[in-house]
Every structure is written in structure tokens, then in C-alpha cells.
């Protein structure tokens, strides 16, 4: 009867550990998953959005401020939730984030569109990298 037991227990917790690496490894919260996953659709459509605008020549300083400040709830969810995504480097993602908000801090409301683009591509550039290495964290394999 106890080697009957001790068996069960063995089964129990062999799947238990398979059921851990099945879901991404220990210390990876599925709610924070689905944060970053929803805070990165917003941060894509939004620098989708202000790189079409840059193309076709409306791009204004307004609109560049206007998208940071509707980006900086979404990049602090996705670092605060990142934290809790095993290999997540929010750290990366804070430092972008820092550079991007006090340039664009920094732009005089009269730059031209040429000045305004030397700088987004300078700084959303490394945003943009250390967003898509948790991304692909969160992203599920097709």
C-alpha cells in the first residue's frame, strides 16, 4: 500500500512539473502575459499610426507629443507587467522609454518635420527593439 502511494505522489508531481515547463517555465504570469500582449497592440497601432503620418508629411510636433502621452500608460504596463514575465528585460525597455520621453520633452513646438523625424528615429528605434524581445516572449508559436 505505501509503495502504491509513494507511486501516485511520483505521478502527481512528474505531471505537476510537466504542467510548469508547459506553461513557460516558473515565475511567468499568464495575466501579465495578456497585459503586455494587449499594451503592445496598443504601442504597435499607435507608432504605425505616427510613422504613416510621418510619410505623408503631416506629422506635427502636437501629434508627436499627443502619441507619447497616449504611449506612456501602455510602455509602464508593459514594464510593470513585464517584471512578472520570466526573461522579460524591463530594464532595457525603461531606458528607451526614458530617452524617447525627454527628447520629445525636449522638442520645441516649432521643429520642423525633418528635426522631428531625425529624433524619432534615433530614439523610438530602441524602444522599439527592447519591446519586440518581450514580445517575443509573449507572442505564442505559430
Do not use: Y
Not at 4 to 33: E, H, K, N
Not at 38 to 48: E, R
Request: proline content about 2%; aromatic content about 2%.
Amino acid at each position: 500500500m505505501r509503495k502504491a502511494v509513494l507511486l501516485v505522489l511520483v505521478v502527481v508531481l512528474a505531471v505537476s512539473a510537466i504542467a510548469v515547463v508547459g506553461c513557460g517555465g516558473g515565475g511567468t504570469d499568464s495575466a501579465a502575459v495578456s497585459a503586455v500582449q494587449a499594451s503592445m497592440t496598443k504601442v504597435t497601432a499607435a507608432i504605425k499610426d505616427m510613422t504613416a503620418k510621418g510619410v505623408a508629411g503631416t506629422l506635427t510636433v502636437k501629434d508627436i507629443k499627443s502619441t507619447r502621452d497616449t504611449l506612456k500608460p501602455e510602455v509602464q504596463s508593459i514594464i510593470d507587467n513585464g517584471k512578472k514575465i520570466k526573461g522579460a528585460d524591463t530594464s532595457a525597455v525603461q531606458k528607451a522609454w526614458t530617452d524617447l520621453d525627454t527628447a520629445v520633452t525636449g522638442l520645441s513646438d516649432s521643429a520642423t518635420l525633418q528635426e522631428a523625424g531625425a529624433l524619432l528615429f534615433s530614439k523610438v528605434a530602441p524602444l522599439t527593439a527592447a519591446l519586440d524581445a518581450i514580445g517575443k516572449l509573449v507572442t505564442p508559436a505559430s
